[in-house]
Structure formats: structure tokens, C-alpha cells
């Protein structure tokens, strides 16, 4: 009978709780944090605010532990810190990178996409998991993942 009492009153405590958290304003699965970001794993990104990226070339961004984030801008690899409170974001002005020379096209696309970075202020996560960097004037890259870290 105690059982029974116990599995009774556990099963309620539960449906509470669960409930409680379903109901948190503001929680959802869209919210970026920083865990997520690093569980995530590297980041390809697809597109530079609405122009696509150049055939064969590869942009990345990968966050890791105390806000560092690294990747590959089309030509070079690059280095920094970032913020991120809420869905704000910023890229700390100390970015750092190689400078290789690769094809006039490429490296357009790699100043585009550093320029769109440090300029920055959104982070999100749209409809298909894709991550989303926005800028004030609403210039997105939108990045997926490509390997997540377990």
C-alpha cells in the first residue's frame, strides 16, 4: 500500500514539475548559450549575409572554452573572443589572423565574412538548427553544424 501511495504522489510531483518547466517564459530550444555553442562542435557556414559562399571554399566558425572562437575564413584561419548574454553577441576587436594570399574572389569573401563577424550582435538558432549571427543592420551568416562534439 505504501508503494502505491509513493508512486501515486511521485507520478503528481512529476507532472507538476514537468509542467512548471514547460511553462518558463523564455526557455526554449532556439536559445544559444555558450554550452550549446561549444557542444556544437565546428560550424560551416553556408551564407554571407544573403550571397551564398564561393563553390569549393570553406568558412567556419568553431566556439571554445572561455569564449574563444576559431575557424576558417575562405583562405586563412582566424582567432578571437567572443560575448554572448542572452542572444547578444559581439566578437572582442582582438581578432587575429594568417595572411596567406589565395585568388582576388576568395579573399573578397574572406573580408566580407571577418567584416559581417566583428560586426555582430544576434545570435540565434532558426527553424532547421542552423545558427544564426545577425548584424544591427540584418545581415546574417547562417551556419550549420558539421561535426558535434558528443
Same mark, same amino acid.
Given at each position: ?50 550571397? =551564398? ?6 568558412? +567556419?566558425?568553431?566556439?571554445? &572554452? ?5 575557424? @576558417? #575564413? ?51 538558432? =532558426? ?6 549571427? +545577425?548584424?544591427?543592420?540584418? &545581415? ?5 553544424? @558539421? #561535426?558535434?562534439?558528443?
Amino acid at each position: 500500500m505504501k508503494l502505491k501511495k509513493f508512486l501515486a504522489v511521485s507520478a503528481v510531483s512529476s507532472a507538476i514539475f514537468l509542467g512548471a518547466c514547460a511553462n518558463t517564459p523564455g526557455a526554449t530550444d532556439k536559445d544559444v548559450t555558450t554550452e550549446n555553442l561549444i557542444r556544437g562542435g565546428e560550424w560551416v557556414v553556408d551564407d554571407i549575409s544573403g550571397k =551564398g559562399i564561393i563553390d569549393s571554399s570553406r568558412v +567556419s566558425i568553431v566556439f571554445m &572554452e572561455g569564449n574563444k572562437v576559431v575557424g @576558417s #575564413s575562405s583562405c586563412n584561419r582566424y582567432s578571437g573572443e567572443y560575448q554572448l548574454n542572452g542572444s547578444e553577441f559581439t566578437v572582442g576587436e582582438n581578432m587575429a589572423s594568417t595572411r596567406m594570399a589565395c585568388a582576388p574572389a576568395l579573399m573578397n569573401q574572406e573580408e566580407s565574412f571577418l567584416k559581417l563577424l566583428m560586426n555582430v550582435n544576434q545570435a540565434r538558432f =532558426g527553424d532547421h538548427g542552423e545558427l544564426l549571427l +545577425s548584424t544591427p543592420e540584418g &545581415e546574417t551568416i547562417r551556419a550549420f553544424q @558539421s #561535426s558535434p562534439k558528443p
